[in-house]
């Protein structure tokens, strides 16, 4: 394995993780304007609150990481997606002013007003994600100069695109559902099983139309298939992870139903990222111009140094994780620190 | 000219670095500060600190927040607007950046979250182990940053290599890309600018209690720790500044030439301490001069010949207007900064510095020094810097995105201005709602609090007086 295999895998590490952390958190945002009292709101904003800043590092970091070792793709990318990100920034700041602020004021239409904004940004920046990993899977139009020809939102909404917008937005409902299953109880916890149940239901359809899609329309990313059979095992684990998440959560294995679905939101990265490799950016107009972990690397040199600050820094951040997880362990309780 | 995306891809990062910039350097100071009063209340176990550590991390906290929402702005806006300059310096700039992330990023949001939920769930040490570690990683942060920016200023320990038909920066010495000539110099400018922010912040809202008669013995006591801080860190910012203006009369003449209107290489290069530079003719119109001081302070002597600007070939020229007003703007604020902290300890050592109502109500507004200083400092460097982006090696005209259009920057500029509008006005809104509120009344306990209110009667000379009744003290 390459050094730059490895940085592939550890950008896909820190966006896996991202997804997987950050997911619940959108997921909390997408779910919370179904619940309409006030302080069930409350019970949901506090239930991310004092993790979901720490798990949004997690982006930054990936995005400095893609800075550090693919600087092409850093370059390309986010000037070819230039108002899909203008929106993203938007929605992420909104939605944190909005967990933020809601609590202070105790008037009513104060708090539905910065509600309704964390459900907004939640959804806009969960779709959003799908819609850009839909359009690197149907192919960009990267010219030979590395960058796109074309830029523009609307050229970004193609059917397929949406598809996978929605498909990701329905996987971190879930997600978000399964969270705040283990952080809540009594009466709001039967409603949130209900929703767990309803997701799954929603989940399930769009997973199977986004496979059988991208199958027949993008072939191109099952043919490491046949080059790595090992991932057909990734494929059958993370069935397995899906068919796991009704078992876990029939019989209230709280936490194994989280870990589950975040295996399959892990499984479904693993299978995107083995589908696109070696490419990074695959290009529509002429596969030659594609970037890929190659083309777009930073020096050997500057990728061995970096590797060897991860390797100093990731064992610090998983203990932060686990010790702020293990910390605020337990079902929420509103109390006069709380949001 | 407005239209052209170049110049408005600097617009939008000019408008939304300063935006950003107006929170981590309170961030890093009140960081630092926190840790001084916890460290007090688990010294002393005295309430008063730990109701003034609990205040001051309220502040923190919303504080913070806004860093971090206007952040990742930052952090993604190098791609979408400066493709051309990340694709050339992501092997060396991206390094810098992702270790920041890596290594600071997490450990402040990490604990910020014990230092914020963690009241009732960790003990008192574990939680003052929390409030080192985000004061810790907020100036960590602050170190890649000014690695980062002290290598666009000075490159060095790279090499410019061909990659896939393009020419592009790369490493060649770690060490000497993280340890450039002025990244230690900068980054301790930058974290004492911190210091001298956060001390003049308190201030500002401790002279305001004073003067409004509440919240007395937690004022005081935030007051003075602030008063005490800002008189032994702003002469050690005037030392520091004055080693970076060697640094960049060495290594950036063009700059050094443009802060102090320099046109005509010279020898006993006069320093203008006001004066109007006329960018047309050359020439510094109305100065006062002190004659020799830019060659003493460039070079350590009177008589050492300084580089006009004359002397760069025009294209290499900055700007001189910018950077020489908000050079001296800077470099003004931090006198009156020095000063006024002096007087303010030398008043508090004849124990009459809280009766001087009109130097409190100075105090109050002071805290927009820093503000202001800070700002300035960081456009003298930045626009002193061009016209190039990395110095000597590409400019700025030729680092910007090619694919973005005009149109759809101006759009981005407008959504930023609605959105950085609308978050400073919820910043001072729940900012003066804390201050508004204060702090949290002392629980009642007979030997926590008379002692410590007694010695401190004596130690500032105040007397007892009736408008104390007012306070917290006796709310109980």
Known sequence: ?339 | MAMDPVTLSRVQFAWTIMFHYLFPPLSIGLGGLLVLMEGMYLKTKNPLYEAMTKFWVKVFALNFSMGVATGIVMEFQFGTNWATYSRFVGDVFGAALASEGIFAFFLESGFLAVLLFGWNRVSPKVHFFATCMVAFGATFSAFWINVANSWQQIPVGHRIVAHAGELRAEVADFWAVILGPSTLERFTHAVLGGWIQASFFVMSIAAFYLLKQRHLDFARRSFVIALITAALVTPLQAMVGSRQGEIVGEYQPAKLAAFEAHYHTSRQAPLWLIGFPDEAHDTVRFGVPIPGLVSFLSKGDFNAEVKGLLDFPKQDRPPVAVPFYSFRLMVGIGMYLIALSWLGLYLFWRKTLFQKRWLLWVFVFSVLGPYIANQAGWVAAEVGRQPWIVYGILRTQEAASKVVVAQDILWSIAMFTAIYGLLFLIFLYSLNRKIQHGPDPVAESPQAHHRPVQEWMELTGERNDPADKTDWVDEG
């Open chain 1, 1 to 339: 394995m390459d050094i730059n295999v490895i940085w592939f895998l550890l950008v896909g590490i820190l966006l896996t993780g991202y997804a997987v952390l950050d997911g619940f958190d959108l997921g909390v945002g997408v779910l919370h304007l179904f619940i309409r009292n006030d302080e069930y709101r409350r019970v949901f904003l506090n239930a991310i609150g004092p993790v979901w800043d720490g798990n949004e590092v997690w982006l930054v970091t990936g995005g400095g990481a893609l800075f550090a070792a693919f600087p092409t793709v850093y370059a390309s990318a986010f000037s070819g997606f230039y108002m899909a990100f203008m929106l993203l920034l938007a929605a992420l700041i909104f939605r944190a002013v909005a967990i933020e602020f809601r609590s202070k004021e105790p008037w009513a239409w104060w708090r539905n007003l910065w509600d309704a904004v964390f459900a907004l940004g939640s959804i806009v920046s969960t779709v959003l994600f799908g819609i850009a990993l839909g359009n690197i899977i149907a192919g960009l139009p990267i010219g030979e100069d590395t960058y796109f020809t074309q830029t523009g939102l609307l050229g970004l909404l193609a059917p397929y695109p949406v598809l996978v917008g929605l498909f990701v937005l329905s996987l971190f409902t879930l997600h978000g559902a399964i969270y705040l299953n283990l952080k809540t109880e009594g009466e709001l916890q039967d409603q949130i099983r209900l929703w767990v149940l309803r997701g799954f239901g929603f989940f399930n359809v769009l997973y199977m139309m986004t496979t059988v899609a991208t199958i027949v329309w993008y072939p191109h990313m099952i043919d490491n298939f046949s080059r790595y059979p090992w991932a057909w095992v990734i494929a059958g684990l993370t069935m397995l992870a899906i068919a796991n998440i009704p078992r876990t959560m029939h019989k209230g294995l709280e936490y194994q139903a989280l870990f589950t679905s975040g295996a399959v939101i892990s499984g479904t990265f693993a299978l995107f990222g083995l589908g696109l490799f070696p490419d990074l950016l695959p290009s529509r107009l002429n596969p030659d111009w594609s970037l890929t972990i190659y083309n777009a690397a930073s020096s050997p040199q500057t990728l061995h140094i970096m590797l060897i600050i991860a390797l100093i820094g990731m064992p610090f951040v998983l203990a932060y994780t686990v010790s702020i997880y293990w910390m605020f362990r337990g079902k929420v309780k509103v109390d006069k620190f709380s949001y």
